[in-house]
């Protein structure tokens, strides 16, 4: 298979890489936090964020030991892209030698969708297919783009779900031309005061109209892989589910939107605990073993989820990267067991 730089992917490889991404055991970390997303994590645990610190951050998730037992794909940021570790090594070799693909989130963002308050829309089409000719030269075997999809009153309009999965597919498309693996990521947000209905029914709605669009675009399926929401009550709902309540509704929502060319689905924790986000993957990975196989695999795809508690042990300071390390190896370990439905909350203890 052609390895770093190479820009000679053929739809085999494509295919290939999307299941390589979504390998029993193994899920996706998301550090491709933008530059200001970035400030707040750092901002939590009092370090400024300066490329250097930004740096030794990532290049510590990056070279846990052992992480690529877990570890299948990790999203990186531009700026991470083309940045080199301490020993020399560009970050994203790092990966192609422990055998995690590297990944680059390439939109430009949710800006406010004119004419409809209180939406967004992702931006970063134009010129998009340069930049991936770049991200090719510099090792990246795969894409995301995030659209951003709010519930309230009114909302989500049917202008908002539509240009986005527009935008998401035109995105996907692209990727594939370069010979990238496009991660598709509608995010139905957690912020509101909804049910799990509302959120069953507006996930299902934005999933329909992504896999309208991408193949009126002519996506090839077997070569993407699905990033969404799980299905939840919002955050400020009186009535919070059960962890059984989420995965069943989740799985039935995806069952009837998502064909079963796609390899695999790598869900967001979006503000999920940890633990939360570990509990509900395993679930649904439970509810596959006993209602027989679904057609995709489930899997993970995390930011927050996998970083939090690492991110808390670093603190800044060289002498603690061995305990937050050692911190999100766990966290690995545990999405990786969750991912076969062998994960059991009495395992945190572990650490
Ligand atoms: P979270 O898991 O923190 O939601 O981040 C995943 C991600 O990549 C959002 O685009």
């Given at each position: 298979?052609?390895?770093?730089?190479?820009?000679?992917?053929?739809?085999?490889?494509?295919?290939?890489?999307?299941?390589?991404?979504?390998?029993?055991?193994?899920?996706?970390?998301?550090?491709?936090?933008?530059?200001?997303?970035?400030?707040?994590r750092l901002a939590g645990i009092d370090v400024p964020s300066t490329e250097a610190n930004r740096r030794d951050y990532r290049q510590l998730l990056f070279t846990t030991p052992g992480a690529e037992a877990h570890i299948s794909g990790v999203i990186l940021f531009d700026e991470t892209l083309r940045q080199t570790g301490s020993n020399g090594v560009g970050?994203?070799?790092?990966l192609w030698d422990k055998g995690i693909l590297p990944g680059i989130k390439v939109d430009a963002g949710a800006k406010g969708l004119a004419g409809s308050p209180g939406e967004m829309v992702t931006e970063g089409l134009d010129g998009l297919r340069e930049r991936l000719a770049e991200y090719v030269e510099l090792g990246a075997a795969f894409t995301k783009w995030r659209a951003v999809i709010t519930i309230g009153a009114g909302l989500p309009t049917q202008a908002c779900l539509q240009a986005n999965a527009h935008a998401?597919?035109?995105?996907?498309?692209?990727?594939?031309?370069?010979?990238?693996?496009p991660i598709v990521e509608p995010e139905v947000l957690m912020d509101g005061d909804h049910d799990l209905e509302r959120c069953a029914e507006v996930t299902e709605a934005a999933l329909q109209l992504t896999f309208r669009e991408l193949f009126n675009q002519k996506v090839l399926l077997e070569g993407m892989i699905l990033k969404p929401n799980m299905v939840l009550a919002g955050k400020n709902c009186a009535r919070q589910n059960s962890i059984e309540e989420v995965a069943a509704r989740t799985v039935a929502v995806l069952g009837r939107q998502v064909p079963a060319a796609v390899p695999g689905i790598a869900f967001l924790s979006g503000g999920q605990s940890e633990q939360e986000?570990?509990?509900?993957?395993?679930?649904?990975?439970?509810?596959?073993?006993?209602?027989g196989p679904s057609p995709w695999q489930l899997s993970f795809s995390?930011?927050?989820?996998?970083?939090?508690?690492?991110?808390?042990?670093?603190?800044?300071?060289?002498?603690?990267?061995e305990a937050a390390q050692a911190a999100f190896a766990h966290r690995a370990k545990m999405n990786g067991l969750a991912r076969g439905g062998e994960y059991d909350a009495t395992m945190e203890q572990e650490v």
């Open positions: 298979m052609p390895q770093i730089g190479s820009s000679k992917m053929t739809k085999l490889d494509i295919v290939a890489n999307a299941a390589r991404m979504v390998a029993p055991g193994k899920g996706i970390l998301a550090a491709d936090e933008s530059t200001g997303t970035i400030e707040k970050l994203a070799k790092l998401l597919a035109r995105y996907a498309a692209l990727s594939q031309e370069a010979g990238l693996v986000a570990t509990a509900h993957l395993n679930a649904m990975n439970q509810l596959r073993n006993n209602l995390y930011g927050r989820a996998l970083q939090a508690s690492a991110l808390q042990a670093w603190r800044g300071r060289a002498d603690n990267v």
